[in-house]
């Protein structure tokens, strides 16, 4: 990206193209017990941040998220300013952070390489997780006064979500190389 006070054509049609992939991961889905669904936003908040960089990252998840908050049916179920109640509210604001700081720490490291793009979107994978578990077990026990341990909400993750989205970053980091090396972004 530029870094001059212009927000260039090119950045623009990466970041609508970028928060279009994940609109679209929502729809590929499998519905799981207690609110959860697998979907593939996983895998493209990976993408954006491995191959964006840090701010149009942000730029891109952000206006994902903006455009599911004013009612377009973008997120596995659905979308309004009401979804800021729903359990998995959490995951989308890991994916904001997320992106940010899987775009970060792949310019740092000047990412090129499998092992690097896969360390970054290790961190990316922690922040989605601890921001997703905290604010769902806030919903369920405090909005939907559920009774639900923090461990219930950790453990019900790790048999399809947590094993399904490592191989996830797997996958994002073989693809970035693959990218990198035929389109520069
Ligand atoms: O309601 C939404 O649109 C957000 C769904 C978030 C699903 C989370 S992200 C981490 C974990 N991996 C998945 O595939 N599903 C959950």
Same mark, same amino acid.
């Given at each position: 990206m530029k870094m001059n006070k212009t927000f260039d054509v090119k950045s623009m049609v990466l970041c609508s193209l970028f928060?279009?992939?994940?609109?679209?991961?929502?729809?590929?889905?499998i519905p799981l017990p207690n609110s959860d669904y697998?979907? &593939?936003?996983y895998? =493209?908040?990976m993408l954006t941040g491995m191959l964006l960089g840090s701010k149009r990252a942000l730029i891109s998840i952000s206006s994902?998220?903006?455009m599911g908050l004013i009612g377009l049916p973008v997120f596995a179920a659905g979308g309004g300013i009401g979804y800021? &109640?729903?359990?998995? =509210?959490?995951?989308l604001l890991g994916f904001i952070l997320s992106a940010y700081l899987v775009g970060y720490l792949c310019e740092k490291l000047n990412a090129n390489s499998f092992s690097k793009f896969f360390i970054s979107g290790l961190s990316g994978f922690l922040v989605i997780y601890i921001v997703g578990f905290a604010?769902?077990?806030m919903i369920l026990n405090f909005y939907l006064s559920?009774?639900?341990?923090?461990i219930a909400i950790l453990l019900s993750a790790f048999p399809i979500d947590m094993p399904g989205d490592f191989i996830m970053t797997i996958l994002a980091s073989?693809?970035?190389?693959?990218i990198k090396r035929v389109v520069k972004i």
């Open positions: 928060a279009s992939l994940s609109c679209i991961g929502a729809f590929i889905q697998f979907t &593939l936003q895998l =493209f908040v994902y998220v903006f800021l &109640l729903k359990p998995t =509210f959490g995951y604010y769902k077990y559920f009774k639900i341990p923090f073989i693809l970035a190389v693959k």
